[in-house]
C-alpha cells in the first residue's frame, strides 16, 4: 500500500494490509524525527544499557566476514535473507519496524509474507503447539520456551526465524522444516524496492514476515531501522 500524503490514516493501513510504503516520505527529516512523531520508538540505549546497539540502527549489505556472528549478514552475506520476525527470540517481540531510505538499489528488494499464509499452509494446531527457545542465552535474561503463535494486549501475534529459534519438540521441527523448504511458494509474497531516500516501508512485525532478497556483490544500499511499540500518527 502507498501513501502519497497523510490524509489517510497509518494505523488503518497496517490493519488492513500488515504493511505501508510512503514513497519519498518527509527525506528531508532523519529517521529518529519521524520514528518519534510517527510511534513510540523502542529506545535500546534504555532498555538494553551498555549493549551498544542504537534505537535507530544502519542495515547495509555485507560480507560474512565483515560483522559479528550474531548478525545476518555474518550468516547469509550478499545473500537472501530468509523470511523473518524482527527480534523473535525476545518474549514478545517489538510490534512495528520501520525502513527508511538512505542510499537506495534497484537490485534488491524488501520480501514481505502476511502471518495469515503461514497459519493457513502450516495449520493453527501444529504451531499453538510448536515450541522454541532462542538459539543463545541472553546476558539479559533467559526468556524460556517461546510459543510461535502468541498473545499481548488483546492482539495475536506469529514469530519466526530460523536463525535465532531452535526446536524444541515434533511441532516446532516440522514448522522448520516446512518453512525451510517452502515459502518461496506463497503466492501472498510481496516485494518492495526502496530507491529514493525518504522511502518509508513500516511493518506489523506480529503480521508480517519480512526478508532480503540477495544483494549485489558492491553494494550500495543504505537503509535505516527503528522499531517502535505502536502507531500515533503521520507526520
Same mark, same amino acid.
Given at each position: 500500500?502507498?501513501?502519497?500524503?497523510?490524509?489517510?490514516?497509518?494505523?488503518?493501513?497496517?490493519?488492513?494490509?500488515?504493511?505501508?510504503?510512503?514513497?519519498?516520505?518527509?527525506?528531508?527529516?532523519?529517521?529518529?524525527?519521524?520514528?518519534?512523531?510517527?510511534?513510540?520508538?523502542?529506545?535500546?540505549?534504555?532498555?538494553?544499557?551498555?549493549?551498544?546497539?542504537?534505537?535507530?540502527?544502519?542495515?547495509?549489505?555485507?560480507?560474512?566476514?565483515e560483522l559479528p556472528k550474531n548478525r545476518y549478514s555474518c550468516v547469509f552475506g550478499l545473500n537472501e535473507f530468509p523470511l523473518h520476525t524482527d527480534l523473535a527470540h525476545w518474549a514478545i517481540p517489538p510490534r512495528y519496524l520501520m525502513l527508511r531510505c538512505i542510499n537506495g538499489s534497484n537490485d534488491v528488494t524488501t520480501r514481505l509474507l502476511p502471518a495469515s499464509a503461514v497459519i493457513g499452509a502450516i495449520g493453527h494446531a501444529i504451531l499453538t503447539? &510448536?515450541?522454541?527457545?532462542?538459539?543463545?542465552?541472553?546476558?539479559? #535474561? /533467559? %526468556? +524460556?520456551?517461546?510459543?510461535? $503463535?502468541?498473545?499481548?494486549?488483546?492482539?495475536?501475534?506469529?514469530?519466526?526465524?530460523?536463525?535465532?529459534?531452535?526446536?524444541?519438540? &515434533?511441532?516446532?521441527?516440522?514448522?522448520?522444516?516446512?518453512?525451510? #523448504? /517452502? %515459502? +518461496?511458494?506463497?503466492?501472498? $509474497?510481496?516485494?518492495?524496492?526502496?530507491?529514493?531516500?525518504?522511502?518509508?516501508?513500516?511493518?506489523?512485525?506480529?503480521?508480517?514476515?519480512?526478508?532480503?532478497?540477495?544483494?549485489?556483490?558492491?553494494?550500495?544500499?543504505?537503509?535505516?531501522?527503528?522499531?517502535?511499540?505502536?502507531?500515533?500518527?503521520?507526520?
Amino acid at each position: 500500500m502507498k501513501l502519497n500524503d497523510c490524509s489517510m490514516d497509518l494505523s488503518r493501513e497496517l490493519q488492513d494490509n500488515g504493511y505501508v510504503f510512503i514513497p519519498h516520505w518527509h527525506s528531508i527529516r532523519s529517521t529518529r524525527e519521524l520514528a518519534d512523531i510517527t510511534g513510540t520508538i523502542v529506545d535500546f540505549e534504555s532498555l538494553l544499557p551498555g549493549s551498544g546497539i542504537p534505537s535507530v540502527q544502519t542495515l547495509q549489505p555485507r560480507k560474512e566476514h565483515e560483522l559479528p556472528k550474531n548478525r545476518y549478514s555474518c550468516v547469509f552475506g550478499l545473500n537472501e535473507f530468509p523470511l523473518h520476525t524482527d527480534l523473535a527470540h525476545w518474549a514478545i517481540p517489538p510490534r512495528y519496524l520501520m525502513l527508511r531510505c538512505i542510499n537506495g538499489s534497484n537490485d534488491v528488494t524488501t520480501r514481505l509474507l502476511p502471518a495469515s499464509a503461514v497459519i493457513g499452509a502450516i495449520g493453527h494446531a501444529i504451531l499453538t503447539r &510448536a515450541l522454541f527457545k532462542p538459539r543463545r542465552s541472553s546476558r539479559h #535474561g /533467559n %526468556v +524460556g520456551l517461546l510459543p510461535l $503463535l502468541f498473545s499481548s494486549n488483546y492482539t495475536n501475534g506469529l514469530r519466526w526465524d530460523s536463525l535465532f529459534l531452535t526446536p524444541m519438540n &515434533a511441532a516446532a521441527r516440522d514448522v522448520l522444516d516446512f518453512m525451510t #523448504g /517452502n %515459502v +518461496g511458494n506463497f503466492n501472498e $509474497l510481496r516485494e518492495i524496492t526502496l530507491i529514493l531516500p525518504g522511502d518509508t516501508l513500516i511493518i506489523d512485525n506480529w503480521r508480517m514476515l519480512h526478508g532480503r532478497s540477495k544483494a549485489v556483490a558492491e553494494p550500495k544500499r543504505v537503509i535505516e531501522r527503528a522499531y517502535l511499540s505502536d502507531i500515533k500518527s503521520c507526520p
